[in-house]
């Protein structure tokens, strides 16, 4: 990526490192929950539940979605971080045991990325005699890390689950106020208009146009709810 492209997308340069890993399970989450409880409300009021039991479902769904993504997130960045740990340790025990292949090493890659000789040979005597400032610089250029900034595990799950239970949120809002009647279309139309707004948002970290984005996770979204009330619906009349 050249520096130019950084400059004409300001935001890429707010991804990784710097917002320490909470953004990507923050927008999966609350994209999540919004799909799911929009689903679930709308699969259970098909099926002609009192109101009472749609809210007690959808509460439910929150709980247990945001308890689930937090879980799943949690496990998968703990398992990135441990892969990276590795890695760097690897690393370290090869400087230690190898260290003029090492430096010869760091001199091809930086040869090949057009840094003239001179300069290399500076870079890499720089860094002889300093094993931590050493161990840095070759996780970055040879591994892609950052040993500073590794994801931490809560974060993700925090954010995830958070992030989880407002997307699920939006469409039980209906069914805490005295809504009545207007409680599906409500729930329906808060649904909706989460979903674009999710979708839109989305778009600042994508190539896409918001208004792109925001229409596909809306057809996404009201594709899966529309499924689960046809579904509820059905099943609604076969109980009753
Ligand atoms: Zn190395």
Same mark, same amino acid.
């Given at each position: 990526m050249s520096p130019t492209h950084d400059l004409d997308h300001p935001a890429a340069t707010e991804h990784g490192a710097a917002e320490g890993g909470w953004l990507r399970p923050a927008v999966f989450g609350a994209s999540d929950g919004l799909v799911s409880n929009t689903a679930l409300v709308l699969g259970v009021a098909a099926g002609q539940a009192e109101p009472g039991m749609v809210l007690l479902a959808g509460v439910s769904g929150l709980l247990a979605g945001a308890f689930s993504m937090a879980a799943g997130e949690w496990v998968s960045v703990q398992a990135q971080r441990e892969a990276h740990e590795l890695e760097i340790q690897r690393e370290r025990d090869h400087i230690e045991r190898y260290p003029e292949e090492e430096a010869e090493h760091m001199r091809r890659i930086l $040869? *090949?990325?057009?840094? !003239? &000789?001179?300069?290399?040979?500076?870079?890499? #005597?720089?860094?002889?005699?300093?094993?931590?400032?050493?161990?840095?610089?070759?996780?970055?250029?040879?591994?892609?890390?950052?040993?500073?900034?590794l994801d931490s595990p809560w974060v993700a799950a925090v954010a995830s689950f958070v992030a989880f239970a407002i997307g699920a949120i939006v469409p039980l809002v209906p069914?805490?106020?005295?809504? $009545? *009647?207007?409680?599906? !279309? &409500?729930?329906?139309?808060?649904?909706?208009? #989460?979903?674009?707004?999710?979708g839109a948002l989305l778009s600042r970290y994508t190539a896409r146009?918001?208004?792109?984005?925001?229409?596909?996770?809306?057809?996404?979204?009201?594709?899966?709810?529309?499924v689960t009330a046809a579904i509820g619906a059905l099943l609604g009349a076969t109980a009753t």
């Open positions: $040869g *090949a990325a057009g840094l !003239p &000789a001179d300069v290399v040979a500076r870079i890499v #005597a720089e860094l002889e005699g300093q094993p931590d400032r050493n161990l840095d610089f070759h996780a970055r250029i040879e591994l892609g890390i950052d040993p500073q900034a069914w805490v106020l005295p809504a $009545g *009647a207007m409680a599906v !279309p &409500a729930s329906m139309g808060l649904g909706v208009a #989460a979903l674009f707004g999710v146009t918001w208004w792109w984005s925001g229409l596909r996770q809306l057809l996404i979204g009201a594709a899966a709810a529309g």
